[in-house]
T-cell receptor, first 117, second 111 residues
């Protein structure tokens, strides 16, 4: 149980275009989903926390107008990278917290590798 | 000071060796502590939680020293499949606290 999927697993896009990444909890309800970014040889950095039906909370330094997060249901959150640039190339990982589970319990999706050319 | 600090390694050890990783964290209010494992180009996966009393799971032993804000992971009888990056992770104070990840320590186990 507690499986989280992400789609796509890999995407290459041109500079200036937008890319949407989906994160789904397959067999549980996730009231909270987290979006992380990881650059090569760096730690995972939390970008934002989203609660179903409400606005996401962004970490300092993360532009909310550039990284649009929607958490419309208990099983789906999306991250849209708008007007992507090469410096946005990274590994984007979502995680989901189980409704009713331990507060710190998070399950990670397999990640999406974004390359902006 | 970084929130979670780890020696990046790599630690190169032969099969069967015992290896230990350390981690320090800066937030004294952190409540929960974990070791995650991340394989190359994959998502992190929970290896084990770390408790104040110390805990063991097979070949893996984790220790927490709150006074020193220090966490350790000991791997005994290393296997080739243990080769990965080990991430030290701490949470904030309560609830769905954010997870703060260290950069990880790379372990390479050779035949």
């Amino acid at each position: 149980g507690a499986v989280v999927s992400q789609h796509p697993s890999r995407v290459i896009c041109k500079s200036g275009t937008s890319v949407k990444i989906e994160c789904r909890s397959l067999d549980f309800q996730a009231t909270t989903m987290f979006w992380y970014r990881q650059f090569p040889k760096q730690s995972l950095m939390l970008m934002a926390t989203s609660n179903e039906g409400s606005k996401a909370t962004y970490e300092q330094g993360v532009e909310k107008d550039k990284f649009l997060i929607n958490h419309a249901s208990l099983t789906l959150s999306t991250l849209t990278v708008t007007s992507a640039h090469p410096e946005d190339s990274s590994f984007y990982i979502c995680s989901a917290g189980i409704r009713g589970g331990a507060g710190h319990e998070q399950y990670f999706g397999p990640g999406t590798r974004l390359t902006v050319t | 000071r970084k929130e979670v600090e780890q020696d990046p390694g790599p630690f190169n050890v032969p099969e069967g060796a015992t290896v230990a990783f350390n981690c320090t964290y800066s937030n004294s209010a952190s409540q929960s502590f974990f070791w995650y494992r991340q394989d190359c180009r994959k998502e992190p996966k929970l290896l084990m939680s770390v408790y104040s009393s110390g805990n063991e799971d097979g070949r893996f032993t984790a220790q927490l020293n709150r006074a020193s804000q220090y966490i350790s992971l000991l791997i005994r009888d290393s296997k080739l499949s243990d080769s990965a990056t080990y991430l030290c992770v701490v949470t904030g104070e309560t609830g769905y606290s954010t997870l703060t990840f260290g950069k990880g320590t790379m372990l390479l186990v050779s035949p």
